[in-house]
């Protein structure tokens, strides 16, 4: 088995790990539809759109606090 020949410095080490282990923000885009900020590759969160096509029904607060349903 390959052993390293000399120890890795602190500074080595967390210069690595500054670049390899971040934080990325996810890709925002704009909606086609209705302009929101939706995440790449994601159908929009406000109108359900989703490559030229409405992929999500998005249902409105009306039909979640209908009296005669609860
Ligand atoms: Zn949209």
């Known amino acids: 088995m390959a052993v390293p020949k ?4 602190k500074a080595k080490k967390r210069s690595r790990r500054a670049n390899h282990d971040r934080m ?3 890709n925002i885009t704009v909606c086609d539809n209705c302009g929101a900020d939706v995440q790449s590759h994601r159908a929009c969160g406000s109108c359900g759109w989703y490559k030229d096509r409405v992929a999500l029904v998005i249902a409105q607060d009306d039909e979640f606090l209908d009296d005669d349903e609860i």
Do not use: A, G, Y
Not at 6 to 9: C, F, M, V
């Open 6 to 9: 000399q120890k890795k410095s």
């Open 24 to 26: 990325t923000l996810p």
